[in-house]
């Protein structure tokens, strides 16, 4: 080991114990207390010095030994200004017997300070010593012999009152006395307290002997631990000596500025789109039925609109108007097909329905609005929507959560160019490059797919689903181009990304949780 | 979405019969099958061989059924539907069920058949009540339009009369009870009364299904005669009633049935049913019968749909090898749908089924070519912004649910009844936890606070996200708006640490701001600022009252904003 290297690194409490270790002869081992008192170190001081040292192995523990110290308690502090209870048991006893008063437990019990289990343990104590006698009526009378134990308890708080002694110093029957009168578990109201004393003592090692030796020999240069502002001004800090820090110890924790990592996840699909070409839509929480469902060609009778399946919204209920055309086209849409070559659903629409104001439930009620609002053709869109289910909450469902999706718009729009479009987003978002078209149905969309794609490190999964936008979806709101209805399915993917296994937890409300969770997009 | 239990044996021999391939097929074959009728396989159980599918297809009530997708893949095997011969055939039912009238105003329409030739088994049972109840529950929406009733042939008397009666005028022994009861006791004691009971409107007159020895066969759509309408195994003549609201889903629901008996080998001989006054289909209508109409495409549309070349052969055999009546003409076909299938409203429809006959795979995806500029809405770019200035500032992003409680988002932030208090609230609350959506952000920062005092600190949180705004003037009496929020706390936070990250947010934003003393309730009184931007209102900064800590048992001070991001970019 290069000493003089180590010796730079020495932290000055650490000098102070090699120094004091190394001024005794060659391998003597020297006791915590002694260290402390030779080096002048507080004892906090000393075990930071002693922990850092033996964790460089510059000493070693010679011995550890276990000695039980006897202390008093708060209580027994309070026992040597007064009486403890026994006394004052054996006190009350005398002055009743001499005066000739009747003296039951429940007179003693009603005394200040004295409750009423230490009063039976007194009086038991001192009728077995034959100190009192109870008599007829459960009067308490002296016998005229002492109580030991009433001496030894008075001695002992005596002898203990400045300082603690070790348990072993004391007389077999004084031992006994203050292992009864102990506080232990269960009994905290006690006089005495026995503690564990561990004293350990220490020796040099070979390296710790050789640094003390080297010290020794060189003497300690003045030392500072860091640069300041006043030692740069006047060039002072050329006679210094910089202490070498142990750097590879751990750093304390400190808390950072961070994205959240769901968001951060978020952010990357955002980013994948808009270089896609997507342009991103807004809506509002709150849709009427009309947006979310009618627009999109849901019958009113649809079993997805039924009161267990949507949050509706208390007050106002609904809506004070529905845009026209949009109301009047979709509405005979419904009814008969309009002029878009349908038959419709053929039953007779609710206009106060549509009107029905709910949480959105879906996030393509923001493309249905986008499609009346003269979007660009050709045109992509998208919009990352925080949408509300009617389910029962538990690890694979939330109430509250994203849908990604969006249209696109255009007169090369088909089947074809519909799975085009899945394949690009295989590849951009999941990083797959095989992928399975399978038939799939949705209210909305004909022909609809859903996307399975295999995943690099998820395997084969459901990323989306899409469609072209049913004729009756988009003619009464205004577009005549083929429209591609998308939406990615992004929960679990960005749940694997995070390492989590419930959906819940992507929302949840444990910092330490969020500061600590990496992505790994 | 229906989900149903299959046994792969019974799909198999389904599959076989007129010479179809259907033994012994792998689990992975199975699932390929599927694709044909936009099934899942969800389950299989290797002991009983029973497969649980789901079907996607909520237009498609045929396929819900072991029948039904034995049935698509059968013909995809064979190339073409072999035609039922109950549909065209001509000569005259021998029996008869008579409408009495009055029955328009509380269940109009009815239509039977029956089944000869048939032995019921153990799991053709099982399947003909799985289709029974999915076809009544999810295409007869929980049989309020249609309802489907079973029962042994033999034990009935021509003609059946379909009819309205008292209700205590008529007592019978139902499905899972011992004695017989009127149809009122029925309504309020058995399980199915009381279950289907409310869509009857009309109580003083109820409907009854009675053959000619006044025998009652059942109580539309409540339940069976047990006498009568509980079919067992072994039975080999069965009747078969349909009734409902719509004439033509009642058809079709018997459509359905009548095809599946018939794929078990049962002989269906139609019934004619003879209404009092004239229907969409007459006086006299015999059932089942095909409703299906000829509808004409024209290639050049299907090829457009599909971005692919085809022609009338290709789209002629992808028709009829998807169990369509084809004929082509020159540039389109006019195809009719088999008579169990009434889904084509459009073109598109059957743009579909061309691809599903042909196969997805079939179809090389092409990229879209058209070129478009990406880019994000005003909003999204306002609040990228704040969140990278948050983050810069040392703040942890958080995320919350948006719906929530209004003791968060009002009491525990002493607003009740204040104007800031105002939530949009659920009508139909199932947890009082989510029966309101948050009007502010700070009681979504203090749900991590009161959750994470073990986290050390000091604490710094942000989010930027939506809520709602009550607002009377708005057309859907509320506003969405996007909000951020953030929260100091450690043990000696004050106002002025957390008005400095304000005072850089703002800066870096371009935004003049000033604060103006306010009484808000969730602040420290003197200790709260309304902060303005040419004169109006933005949002609120201010140390947390101490109230409002002790509700949310946070032991730890804390300083905090929410700024409207809306409401900047609306001033410019």
Same mark, same amino acid.
């Given at each position: 080991?290069?000493?003089?290297?180590?010796?730079?690194?020495?932290?000055?409490?650490?000098?102070?114990?090699?120094?004091?270790?190394?001024?005794?002869?060659?391998?003597?081992?020297?006791?915590?207390?002694?260290?402390?008192?030779?080096?002048?170190?507080?004892?906090?001081?000393?075990?930071?010095?002693?922990?850092?040292?033996?964790?460089?192995?510059?000493?070693?523990?010679?011995?550890?030994?276990?000695?039980?110290?006897?202390?008093?308690?708060?209580? @027994?502090?309070?026992?040597?200004?007064?009486?403890?209870?026994?006394?004052?048991?054996?006190?009350?006893?005398?002055?009743?017997?001499?005066?000739?008063?009747?003296?039951?437990?429940?007179?003693?019990?009603?005394?200040?300070?004295?409750?009423?289990?230490?009063?039976?343990?007194?009086?038991?104590?001192?009728?077995?010593?034959?100190?009192?006698?109870?008599?007829?009526?459960?009067?308490?009378?002296?016998?005229?012999?002492?109580?030991?134990?009433?001496?030894?308890?008075?001695?002992?708080? @005596?002898?203990?009152?400045?300082?603690?002694?070790?348990?072993?110093?004391?007389?077999?029957?004084?031992?006994?006395?203050?292992?009864?009168?102990?506080?232990?578990?269960?009994?905290?109201?006690?006089?005495?307290?026995?503690?564990?004393?561990?004293?350990?003592?220490?020796?040099?090692?070979?390296?710790?002997?050789?640094?003390?030796?080297?010290?020794?020999?060189?003497?300690?240069?003045?030392?500072?631990?860091?640069?300041?502002?006043?030692?740069?001004?006047?060039?002072?800090?050329?006679?210094?000596?910089?202490?070498?820090?142990?750097?590879?110890?751990?750093?304390?924790?400190?808390?950072?500025?961070?994205?959240?990592?769901?968001?951060?996840?978020?952010?990357?699909?955002?980013?994948?789109?808009?270089?896609?070409?997507?342009?991103?839509?807004?809506?509002?929480?709150?849709?009427?039925?009309?947006?979310?469902?009618?627009?999109?060609?849901?019958?009113?009778?649809?079993?997805?609109?039924?009161?267990?399946?949507?949050?509706?919204?208390?007050?106002?209920?609904?809506?004070?108007?529905?845009?026209?055309?949009?109301?009047?086209?979709?509405?005979?849409?419904?009814?008969?097909?309009?002029?878009?070559?349908?038959?419709?659903?053929?039953?007779?629409?609710?206009?106060?329905?549509?009107?029905?104001?709910?949480?959105?439930?879906?996030?393509?009620?923001?493309?249905?609005?986008?499609?009346?609002?003269?979007?660009?053709?050709?045109?992509?869109?998208?919009?990352?929507?925080?949408?509300?289910?009617?389910?029962?909450?538990?690890?694979?469902?939330?109430?509250?959560?994203?849908?990604?999706?969006?249209?696109?718009?255009?007169?090369?729009?088909?089947?074809?160019?519909?799975?085009?479009?899945?394949?690009?987003?295989?590849?951009?978002?999941?990083?797959?490059?095989?992928?399975?078209?399978?038939?799939?149905?949705?209210?909305?969309?004909?022909?609809?797919?859903?996307?399975?794609?295999?995943?690099?490190?998820?395997?084969?999964?459901?990323?989306?689903?899409?469609?072209?936008?049913?004729?009756?979806?988009?003619?009464?709101?205004?577009?005549?181009?083929?429209?591609?209805?998308?939406?990615?399915?992004?929960?679990?993917?960005?749940?694997?990304?995070?390492?989590?296994?419930?959906?819940?937890?992507?929302?949840?409300?444990?910092?330490?949780?969020?500061?600590?969770?990496?992505?790994?997009? | 979405?229906?989900?149903?239990?299959?046994?792969?044996?019974?799909?198999?021999?389904?599959?076989?019969?007129?010479?179809?391939?259907?033994?012994?097929?792998?689990?992975?074959?199975?699932?390929?099958?599927?694709?044909?009728?936009?099934?899942?396989?969800?389950?299989?159980?290797?002991?009983?061989?029973?497969?649980?599918?789901?079907?996607?297809?909520? =237009?498609?009530?045929?396929?819900?059924?072991?029948?039904?997708?034995?049935?698509?893949?059968?013909?995809?095997?064979?190339?073409?539907?072999?035609?039922?011969?109950?549909?065209?055939?001509?000569?005259?039912?021998?029996?008869?069920?008579?409408?009495?009238?009055?029955?328009?105003?509380? /269940?109009?329409?009815?239509?039977?058949?029956?089944?000869?030739?048939?032995?019921?088994?153990?799991?053709?049972?099982?399947?003909?009540?799985?289709?029974?109840?999915?076809?009544?529950?999810?295409?007869?929406?929980?049989?309020?339009?249609?309802?489907?009733?079973?029962?042994?042939?033999?034990?009935?008397?021509?003609?059946?009369?379909?009819?309205?009666?008292?209700?205590?005028?008529?007592?019978?022994?139902?499905?899972?009870?011992?004695?017989?009861?009127?149809?009122?006791?029925?309504?309020?004691?058995?399980?199915?009364?009381?279950?289907?009971?409310?869509?009857?409107?009309?109580?003083?007159?109820?409907?009854?299904?009675?053959?000619?020895?006044?025998?009652?066969?059942?109580?539309?759509?409540?339940?069976?005669? /047990?006498?009568?309408?509980?079919?067992?195994?072994?039975?080999?003549?069965?009747?078969?009633?349909?009734?409902?609201?719509?004439?033509?889903?009642?058809?079709?629901?018997?459509?359905?049935?009548?095809?599946?008996?018939?794929?078990?080998?049962?002989?269906?001989?139609?019934?004619?049913?003879?209404?009092?006054?004239?229907?969409?289909?007459?006086?006299?209508?015999?059932?089942?019968?095909?409703?299906?109409?000829?509808?004409?495409?024209?290639?050049?549309?299907?090829?457009?749909?599909?971005?692919?070349?085809?022609?009338?052969?290709?789209?002629? +055999?992808?028709?009829?090898?998807?169990?369509?009546?084809?004929?082509?003409?020159?540039?389109?076909?006019?195809?009719?749908?088999?008579?169990?299938?009434?889904?084509?409203?459009?073109?598109?429809?059957?743009?579909?089924?061309?691809?599903?006959?042909?196969?997805?795979?079939?179809?090389?995806?092409?990229?879209?070519?058209?070129?478009?500029?990406?880019?994000?809405?005003?909003?999204?770019?306002?609040?990228?912004?704040?969140?990278?200035?948050?983050?810069?500032?040392?703040? +942890?992003?958080?995320?919350?649910?948006?719906?929530?409680?209004?003791?968060?988002?009002?009491? $525990?932030?002493?607003?009740?009844?204040?104007?800031?208090?105002?939530?949009?609230?659920?009508? =139909?609350?199932?947890?009082?936890?989510?029966?309101?959506?948050?009007?502010?952000?700070?009681?979504?920062?203090?749900?991590?606070?009161?959750?994470?005092?073990?986290?050390?600190?000091?604490?710094?949180?942000?989010?930027?996200?939506?809520?709602?705004?009550?607002?009377?003037?708005?057309?859907?009496?509320?506003?969405?708006?996007?909000?951020?929020?953030?929260?100091?706390?450690?043990?000696?936070?004050? $106002?002025?640490?957390?008005?400095?990250?304000?005072?850089?947010?703002?800066?870096?934003?371009?935004?003049?701001?000033?604060?103006?003393?306010? +009484?808000?309730?969730?602040?420290?009184?003197?200790?709260?600022?309304?902060?303005?931007?040419?004169?109006?209102?933005?949002?609120?900064?201010?140390?947390?009252?101490?109230?409002?800590?002790?509700?949310? +048992?946070?032991?730890?001070?804390?300083?905090?904003?929410?700024?409207?991001?809306?409401?900047?970019?609306?001033?410019?």
């Amino acid at each position: 080991m290069d000493i003089s290297a180590l010796i730079d690194s020495l932290h000055p409490l650490e000098i102070k114990v090699l120094m004091t270790l190394g001024a005794h002869p060659s391998g003597t081992a020297l006791e915590s207390e002694r260290l402390a008192e030779a080096g002048e170190l507080e004892p906090s001081q000393l075990s930071m010095a002693i922990e850092w040292l033996l964790a460089k192995s510059l000493i070693a523990v010679q011995t550890e030994t276990v000695t039980p110290m006897v202390s008093l308690t708060k209580i @027994g502090e309070e026992y040597c200004q007064t009486a403890s209870p026994i006394e004052r048991v054996l006190e009350a006893a005398r002055d009743a017997t001499g005066t000739g008063k009747r003296l039951t437990i429940p007179d003693l019990q009603s005394q200040d300070g004295l409750d009423p289990s230490d009063v039976s343990k007194a009086v038991g104590r001192l009728k077995k010593e034959g100190a009192v006698l109870i008599i007829q009526g459960g009067c308490i009378e002296t016998t005229g012999r002492p109580s030991p134990t009433a001496e030894a308890i008075r001695t002992l708080l @005596g002898q203990l009152q400045e300082s603690s002694k070790e348990l072993m110093a004391f007389t077999d029957a004084h031992r006994q006395v203050i292992e009864d009168y102990a506080v232990k578990r269960g009994n905290a109201k006690e006089p005495f307290r026995i503690d564990e004393r561990v004293a350990r003592s220490f020796v040099l090692s070979q390296d710790g002997a050789d640094a003390a030796a080297q010290l020794m020999k060189q003497g300690v240069a003045e030392e500072v631990s860091q640069l300041s502002p006043d030692l740069l001004k006047d060039g002072s800090w050329r006679q210094k000596r910089f202490r070498k820090y142990t750097i590879s110890l751990r750093p304390p924790r400190i808390g950072t500025g961070k994205k959240h990592p769901y968001r951060e996840f978020l952010d990357t699909v955002k980013t994948k789109l808009v270089s896609m070409g997507f342009q991103e839509m807004r809506g509002a929480l709150v849709e009427t039925e009309f947006w979310g469902m009618d627009a999109l060609f849901m019958p009113q009778f649809h079993p997805a609109r039924d009161i267990h399946d949507v949050y509706f919204v208390k007050e106002p209920s609904h809506t004070t108007a529905v845009d026209e055309p949009f109301l009047s086209r979709v509405a005979s849409v419904h009814e008969n097909g309009m002029e878009t070559g349908s038959t419709g659903w053929g039953y007779s629409f609710d206009i106060h329905r549509a009107k029905r104001l709910v949480l959105r439930s879906q996030g393509t009620a923001v493309s249905a609005r986008t499609l009346a609002a003269s979007p660009h053709v050709p045109g992509k869109y998208f919009s990352i929507a925080r949408c509300f289910r009617y389910d029962q909450v538990d690890a694979t469902h939330a109430t509250d959560f994203f849908q990604v999706e969006g249209i696109v718009l255009g007169e090369d729009i088909n089947f074809r160019t519909l799975l085009g479009l899945l394949n690009l987003f295989a590849r951009e978002v999941a990083q797959a490059k095989e992928v399975k078209f399978l038939p799939a149905y949705f209210p909305f969309t004909e022909p609809s797919v859903e996307l399975h794609v295999r995943h690099p490190r998820l395997g084969w999964m459901e990323l989306g689903g899409a469609g072209l936008f049913r004729p009756e979806v988009t003619l009464p709101l205004g577009v005549t181009v083929p429209v591609i209805a998308w939406g990615l399915g992004l929960d679990r993917m960005a749940m694997v990304a995070l390492g989590i296994h419930d959906i819940r937890e992507l929302f949840t409300d444990n910092l330490e949780l969020i500061r600590t969770t990496r992505g790994q997009l | 979405m229906p989900t149903i239990t299959v046994f792969k044996d019974d799909l198999e021999s389904l599959i076989s019969r007129e010479g179809g391939a259907g033994r012994g097929l792998s689990i992975a074959q199975i699932e390929e099958w599927l694709m044909l009728v936009k099934g899942e396989l969800k389950g299989h159980h290797p002991e009983t061989d029973e497969l649980r599918i789901e079907l996607q297809d909520s =237009n498609r009530p045929d396929l819900w059924c072991c029948e039904g997708i034995a049935r698509q893949i059968r013909i995809k095997q064979q190339g073409r539907l072999t035609p039922y011969p109950f549909f065209t055939e001509k000569s005259k039912p021998s029996y008869q069920l008579i409408v009495k009238p009055g029955m328009q105003q509380v /269940r109009p329409y009815v239509a039977a058949c029956t089944a000869k030739g048939y032995r019921v088994t153990e799991k053709g049972l099982a399947q003909l009540i799985q289709t029974q109840e999915k076809l009544a529950d999810i295409f007869g929406r929980k049989r309020k339009t249609v309802s489907i009733g079973i029962y042994q042939l033999q034990n009935i008397t021509f003609p059946v009369t379909y009819e309205l009666v008292k209700p205590d005028d008529v007592r019978f022994t139902p499905l899972g009870m011992e004695t017989t009861m009127t149809l009122s006791e029925i309504l309020m004691v058995h399980p199915k009364g009381l279950e289907y009971g409310p869509i009857l409107a009309v109580k003083s007159l109820l409907p009854i299904l009675r053959d000619a020895k006044d025998q009652p066969l059942s109580f539309p759509p409540i339940i069976n005669s /047990r006498e009568i309408g509980e079919v067992r195994v072994g039975d080999d003549e069965l009747f078969v009633e349909v009734t409902g609201t719509d004439l033509r889903m009642v058809i079709l629901s018997l459509n359905i049935f009548a095809a599946n008996l018939a794929d078990r080998g049962a002989t269906i001989e139609p019934i004619t049913v003879q209404y009092p006054t004239s229907t969409i289909l007459g006086k006299r209508v015999t059932t089942p019968q095909d409703l299906g109409k000829p509808k004409t495409v024209k290639i050049h549309a299907i090829e457009q749909a599909l971005g692919q070349e085809l022609g009338e052969t290709v789209v002629q +055999q992808a028709l009829e090898t998807y169990g369509y009546d084809v004929t082509a003409g020159k540039g389109s076909v006019k195809a009719k749908l088999p008579p169990y299938r009434h889904d084509v409203m459009h073109t598109m429809d059957i743009v579909e089924d061309v691809a599903m006959s042909r196969g997805y795979a079939e179809f090389t995806p092409v990229m879209p070519a058209q070129f478009t500029v990406g880019g994000l809405s005003v909003i999204e770019q306002m609040s990228d912004r704040s969140r990278e200035l948050m983050v810069g500032l040392g703040f +942890q992003e958080i995320i919350s649910n948006i719906l929530g409680s209004p003791d968060h988002y009002s009491g $525990f932030m002493r607003l009740q009844g204040t104007e800031w208090g105002r939530t949009v609230d659920v009508d =139909n609350v199932m947890s009082l936890s989510f029966s309101c959506l948050r009007q502010w952000l700070l009681p979504s920062l203090l749900r991590v606070e009161a959750a994470s005092s073990r986290a050390f600190y000091p604490h710094r949180l942000f989010e930027a996200g939506d809520v709602a705004i009550f607002d009377g003037t708005h057309e859907s009496g509320s506003r969405t708006e996007t909000v951020l929020g953030a929260m100091i706390a450690h043990a000696t936070t004050h $106002f002025s640490e957390i008005h400095s990250c304000l005072d850089v947010l703002f800066y870096y934003l371009g935004k003049e701001y000033s604060l103006e003393p306010v +009484q808000h309730p969730s602040f420290l009184d003197g200790r709260a600022g309304r902060i303005l931007v040419s004169g109006q209102s933005v949002g609120v900064i201010g140390e947390v009252h101490p109230e409002v800590l002790e509700r949310w +048992q946070i032991a730890m001070p804390i300083v905090a904003f929410d700024v409207n991001l809306s409401q900047l970019i609306r001033l410019g």
